[in-house]
């Protein structure tokens, strides 16, 4: 019987590098991915207020507040993150932008 080479797992961890900078790369699933944590983090915060207000008693269930407030930080934060990425990417592609217009409208316009 011939022996097949066996396939390369995937490694957990390098698939999640490379969806990673597969997501940061591109501005529209960066975008997307920044109004979806910021949306678990409001259903979070309301659901914390209304649904679990009850499991919310820091007396009764100490960790639980925590871990879920913590949670609901770690969104907010990991939104923000990506939203001064994303001003600092439309930033540099506006300082791009810029730079080739000027180097166009020097080669069109007359020496002096």
């Known amino acids: 019987m011939e022996d097949l080479p066996e396939e390369k797992r995937l490694e957990t961890a390098s698939f999640i590098v490379h969806a990673t900078r597969g997501m940061i790369r591109d501005q529209r699933t960066r975008r997307k991915a920044m109004v979806v944590l910021l949306a678990l983090a409001v259903l979070m915060l309301l659901a914390g207020f209304t649904v679990f207000q009850s499991a919310m008693s820091p007396r009764e269930h100490p960790w639980f507040v925590i871990l879920f407030w913590i949670a609901c930080v770690w969104l907010t934060f990991t939104a923000m993150l990506l939203a001064i990425f994303d001003l600092l990417m439309v ?22």
């Not at 540099?92 to 069109?108: F, M, V």
């Open 91 to 112: 930033r540099l592609e506006a300082r791009r932008a810029q730079r080739t217009l000027e180097e166009k409208l020097e080669t069109k316009s007359p020496n002096k």
